[in-house]
């Protein structure tokens, strides 16, 4: 399995949001590697989004949310739970998408449901934050037979203090699949 390019990552967040559907999240490490097929998405649109990070500004925890795409935004929610991003869109944009369920597809035997199972089962953490998914250790690959999804869109879960953004539907998971965290 090969990292995806760039380019895949500097383009529209919500088409970056939906494509990522389907396709690995991968950790290698220790010799060892894990892999699980990415389900469930959120698209967070930049500043003018009121549920994304970066609409507080540019602080060092939204950092690399304004950095180029294609590198892991890993932080902390409630003290003890890890979420994963993915930054999308060109340098400065500060958009990202982030993961909220994986499918186990090898050597993962941990509930993948939510974002912070996710990262724990996957072993992702604020270590992480900033790391270039261009890279072989960490990265999002194409499955090697790809397979043809139905998408459904959801608005995103736990931002009610966003107002209208609440509202969007920006959450997207494959139809029918049981690690969907939320239908």
């Not at 090969?2 to 990552?9: A, I």
């Not at 490490?29 to 003018?48: D, K, Q, S």
């Not at 186990?104 to 199972?117: I, K, M, S």
Request: include cysteine.
């Amino acid at each position: 399995m090969q990292p995806l390019p760039r380019e895949f990552y500097d383009r529209d967040t919500i088409q970056v949001a939906r494509e990522l559907l389907g396709k690995y999240l991968v950790m290698r490490r220790g010799g060892g590697e894990r892999v699980g097929r990415i389900v469930e998405t959120e698209a967070y649109l930049g500043p003018h989004d009121l549920a994304a990070h970066s609409s507080k500004g540019r602080t060092p925890r939204t950092e690399v949310m304004f950095g180029p795409p294609g590198h892991a935004y890993v932080y902390l929610i409630y003290g003890m739970h890890h979420c994963v991003n993915v930054v999308t869109q060109a340098e400065g944009h500060a958009s990202a998408v982030l993961l909220r369920a994986l499918e186990p597809v090898r050597n993962l035997e941990a509930r993948c449901q939510g974002p912070g199972l996710l990262c724990k089962a996957m072993g992702i953490d604020r270590r992480l934050n900033g790391h270039d998914l261009v890279s072989e250790d960490f990265f999002i690959a194409e499955p090697e037979q790809p397979q043809r999804i139905a998408i459904v869109r959801r608005p995103r879960i736990g931002v009610d203090y966003a107002g209208h953004w609440a509202k969007r539907l920006l959450r997207f998971y494959i139809r029918d699949n049981p690690c969907v965290s939320r239908r």
